[in-house]
């Protein structure tokens, strides 16, 4: 029998278990789980997968050290009160921040065209990883960046460059060490180039961007909205970065937004809207290693017949993007040295999607006032439940060939594998979405401020029953203290001016309610967060300096 063995041999078997069955093991067999409990590389193992987290490199801190801070850190987000805080006031225009890795990079320019003309780069305490912070700047391209993102553990920055008058249709991807500023040693290409097939000196209007980065793989896209009537055109492309190979392009006529869901596989979320009024609206699932195959398609909730419905500000994120594959850790200067050998960070293929986007009806509010019903919403989304039935489909060979495909209704996913909730902040200002937590900026009957951390860990669910459970309707009694409560009971939004039917989802989550009176004003605001912090902006877009809270578990 496996008990036989002798008490260090076993360790090591049950060692090289998924921690999965070590959490079974331990729920059956009183003896093995008993040997679990006392042995703390096995009760890491545990812990750490439990969390949705992975171990990191090797060398750095020995296993006890890791378990201590896994606990302090978990034990942390329960209490966000007692986060140590600091704060960093920019006197300079803000045009876009990115946190990845525990770096905050600030972009500065120009307020009127939001042109990003440096950067600066903070690296951010760090309790987990003994980091202490540091911040050091970048000029940027000559003539301005229109957005930018950041991978601190491969010294990269990818910046899209100002469009040029005279060729608006190329889009010029500028792969740069942080830093030093340089091109990236790494990239055979240090320009990558895309050219939009819709856009041209004769179209005006409005421009979205999305720049995603999961190890090797860089994906860009954006997305034109043509001021006259309303049409919409996306272009999307995936380059290898560092060969500057382009494993997948897509060219639509559809407005889209984008998020991978591993190494293989992406999402993105489909808003088909001409002439100012949405038709329809899904979620497309593509495997990059099928090249072109039409996608496996998921409905979102139908809109009522013969009304006018325009979704607007649709945004589909996750973080954080970490590969599964070992990519080669590249730091130039030793800038970045200890930022990215963190003890153990969130795992890169347990995420929730985040589908964020204002839901319009332009008609009659009754029988003698128009008017115009606005809802914005964020809609939780578990990843592993559509990569998983995604797949399904593929290997059933389901998915079928024909693009106008009606795809997997919204009652057949939706309810079980979404969570809709109310939010008052508008998209551009936040990036509220790390591993399996959310941030929702909830508002009271008072006008009073918080936030509404979510967290969506099945496993942390199952453990913690401290907290009172709720339903999501339940109001929450605003004051000075942190409430935790667990929300297991649908939500049911109902807008029959809207949608066909009510709209119910059912995933449970932990709440954790923060009262920010006082932090964030009722100014622009914003806020993100990664494994171990909350980053609360104040005045984002006013004319004073605006101010960064940073509260670290």
Known sequence: MLVALPTE???????LLPWQTLLLVKRVARILNVLITETVLLTYIVELGSSSMVDGPSGRFTTADRLVKLRRLREGWKAPEEASRTAITFTQVITAYDLQKGVLTIGHGNDETWTTLSLRYYRLDSRVNEVV????CFI???????????????DLVVLLEEFDARDPSLCRFHLRTMSTGTPHPLAKAPVLRGRTKYLTRDVEGRFDYFLVLRGKLLACGCTLTSEDQGEISTNLWIWDWPSGALVFTLDSKLHASFTFLDDQSFALAINDSAYHQTNDWWIDVYFIRQGSATPARFMLPRFRPGEIITVTGMMLRSDPNDSSIQVQEYAHTG??????????????????????????HQGRLNSQ????????????????????IAEDQLKSGNLESDSSCK???????GPSSTRWVRRWTRNGFVNDVHSQRCIVDAEGPGNERALSVMDFNPYILRQDTSGPSAS???????GDRVQTRLVNQSTCIALPYIFKEPIVSSLPYEETFYPIEGELGF???????????ILLFKNLLDASPTTCTILTM
């Open 472 to 478: 999501p309707m339940d109001t929450w009694e605003f």
């Open 9 to 15: 041999l076993l360790i090591k078997v049950l060692a």
């Open 369 to 388: 006032a128009p008017g115009i019903i606005s809802r914005l919403f964020s809609i939780a989304i578990r990843g592993s439940a559509l990569r998983s």
């Open 407 to 413: 795809g997997l209704s919204w009652e057949h996913w």
């Open 523 to 533: 100014g622009e605001c914003a806020f993100c967060l990664d494994e171990e912090r």
């Open 335 to 360: 800038k970045q040295e200890g930022s990215h050998r963190r003890a153990f960070h969130a795992s890169p293929d347990e995420r929730i999607l985040l589908l964020s986007c204002d839901v319009s």
């Open 133 to 136: 912070s540091e911040n050091w």
């Open 140 to 154: 940027g391209l000559g003539e301005g960046a229109r957005d930018y993102t950041t991978d601190p553990a491969q």
